[in-house]
């Protein structure tokens, strides 16, 4: 099968889930265009079965918004035209799901049936596609996909609480290519960022408000009060600034590590003993599932579709958004005895392995025959 998938390329879940399940079905055998601005941060490699296209959006001074849906539609049906794709994923409904219908009708103008499959994958509903100025076209677009897919049973429930949804939500989970895993890497250099005694606390997102950064630090601050330990904070966003203020106020700035984006999240997720991530909403938590992985202990906010992946008191804990002394209370816990954090460690990959991509990748494959029927 011809495969175009529209997403985001950069650092985010969505672009991310995307980008692996678009390599992981060209190893299937299918063809797959990435269609999009960039190239996608985790496709490191184009071939036969892997191409991408890059959607231009021409700057004209006198527009104060340049038009990218219309760049992106035009882009979906001249590749589908010269590549004969038959079928369009489009991943984050915000602009995707709009810019690939009209795509969809302009093709069916010109004699050409195409199916599109819509994933939905958190904020596209919970946080932005639910505002006013943006529900009406996102409803639209959501209900004139051919398939829609969620990517856990609580976005779902979210997605036709919020929506006037007319057809059915498929839940296919985040996933993981648990094979990649047995990297046994030999350069878990721990000892450039901690010493020995020192437990590893670390934290990957894109420091957005909604992932409670200050919580992070706050946390923290009462971790390594009990014992030695250091944070290593990973990724790029607009609460970045203040979690280093804060770090400097409470006195713990020497401790907390801020390391920027990485491609080599593996690496650092391989020597880390926890990982936080307590949210204020996630639909997911795909970082969870990435530490889990790592044989890394997730202490996170109970919302959204994180118990779907972080389970209670195995692969770590789970509290109420903002509940940072109970957060931290259960860090310690983990963290203190070797003989508990081994075996959470070792819970949290039993836990990971289960949302192998290999369960998952076939399960897209029925959603788009199911497509072909619908389209
Ligand atoms: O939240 C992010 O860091 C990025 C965001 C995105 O859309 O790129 O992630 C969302 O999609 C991921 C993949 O499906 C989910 O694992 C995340 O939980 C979800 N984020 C939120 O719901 C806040």
Request: aromatic letters at 8%; glycine letters at 6%.
């Amino acid at each position: 099968m011809k495969i175009a998938i529209v997403c985001y390329p950069t650092f985010g879940g969505s672009g991310v889930v995307a980008t692996e399940l678009g390599i992981a079905l060209a190893n299937r055998g299918h063809e797959v265009h990435f269609i999009t601005y960039k190239q996608p941060v985790r496709l490191a490699m184009l071939n036969s079965k892997i191409h991408f296209h890059e959607v231009h959006v021409p700057q004209y001074p006198l527009f104060k918004y340049q038009p990218y849906e219309l760049a992106l539609s035009s882009k979906l049906v001249d590749m589908v035209k010269l590549y004969k794709i038959d079928l369009l994923h489009v991943h984050y409904a915000i602009p995707h799901a709009y810019a690939g219908y009209m795509a969809k009708k302009m093709l069916e103008d010109q004699g050409i049936t195409i199916p599109m499959v819509t994933t939905l994958h958190g904020t596209d509903i919970t946080l932005v596609g639910n505002h006013p100025d943006y529900k009406t076209a996102v409803s639209f677009s959501i209900n004139k996909s051919d398939v829609v897919t969620a990517v856990s049973q609580s976005l779902k429930r979210d997605t036709l609480r919020l929506f006037d949804i007319k057809q059915d939500i498929e839940v296919v989970p985040n996933f993981i290519d648990a094979g990649k895993y047995n990297h046994g890497f030999t350069d878990c250099q721990r000892d450039m960022l901690a010493g020995e005694e020192e437990r590893i606390v670390t934290h990957i997102s894109n420091f957005r408000k909604v992932k409670r950064i200050s919580d992070i630090i706050r946390i923290f601050y009462r971790i390594q009060q009990e014992l030695p330990a250091r944070l290593m904070m990973v990724g790029e966003g607009p609460e970045k600034e203040g979690a280093e203020k804060l770090s400097e106020e409470l006195g713990i700035a020497d401790k907390v590590i801020f390391l920027g984006n990485s491609e080599e999240i593996d690496k650092l997720l391989c020597f880390s003993d926890l990982f936080l991530l307590p949210s204020e909403t996630e639909s997911f938590g795909l970082a969870a599932l990435e530490a889990m992985i790592n044989k890394t202990p997730v202490i996170s906010s109970n919302t959204g579709g994180i118990p779907e992946v972080n389970i209670n008191g195995i692969s770590g804990y789970l509290s109420d958004v903002g509940n940072v002394e109970e957060m931290a209370n259960n860090a310690i816990k983990i963290l203190k005895d070797p003989a508990v954090l081994e075996k959470f460690k070792s819970n949290a990959l039993t836990e990971a392995k289960k949302f192998d991509i290999s369960h998952i990748v076939p399960i897209y494959e029925e959603i788009y025959q199911k497509a072909f029927q619908l389209a």
